[in-house]
């Protein structure tokens, strides 16, 4: 059985979130529904997080937030992912996590199966956000999980 570091996955993900935050704001121009997206990135890292602890919601799924605000929740995921983290053990990753979705439906949801999807379901938008901004003559932020690996950025098409 092949096993994911799961804190690598969640370091690269808090680095995608940083990277794109930066692009955000050296962004002149750049188009509302992007912030909306990276906004969504983020409430919805804190909303999984909420499920997981069984907590209240303490964010909207998709929050209307400003530039300076989705910084402050992206930390705010960062941090509380760090704690929660720490304390997560091998034989919980197993653990059923029951929760209700923004749809009102309840599901039960293996806790590792909520933590590679929290770390995946943000590349899929940060790469919406990269579109946009290139689309509005900004530069995006590379992203790619191999460039955080060696540090330095994926091949581009020039």
């Known amino acids: 059985m092949i096993h994911v570091d799961l804190r690598r996955l969640f370091e690269h993900m808090w ?3 940083a990277e794109v935050l930066g692009a955000l704001r050296r962004a002149v121009a750049a188009p509302a ?3 909306e997206i990276y906004a969504h990135v983020v409430g919805a890292e804190l909303v999984w997080l909420d499920r997981i ?3 209240e919601q ?7 937030a400003s530039l300076e605000s989705c910084g402050a929740l992206s930390e705010r995921a960062r941090l509380r992912y760090q704690s929660f983290l720490d304390g997560v053990r091998a034989e919980d990753l197993d653990r059923l996590i029951h929760y209700t979705n923004s749809a009102g439906r309840a599901f039960d949801t293996r806790l590792d199966d909520i933590l590679v999807h929290v770390a995946l379901h943000g590349m899929n938008h940060r790469g919406q956000v990269s579109i946009l901004l290139r689309d509005a003559g900004a530069e995006p932020a590379p992203t790619d999980y191999i460039g955080w690996v060696r540090g330095a950025p994926a091949a581009t098409r020039s």
């Open 58 to 64: 303490s964010v909207a799924v998709w929050p209307e």
């Open 53 to 55: 602890e069984g907590a």
């Open 33 to 35: 529904r992007v912030l």
């Open 15 to 17: 680095w995608a979130d």
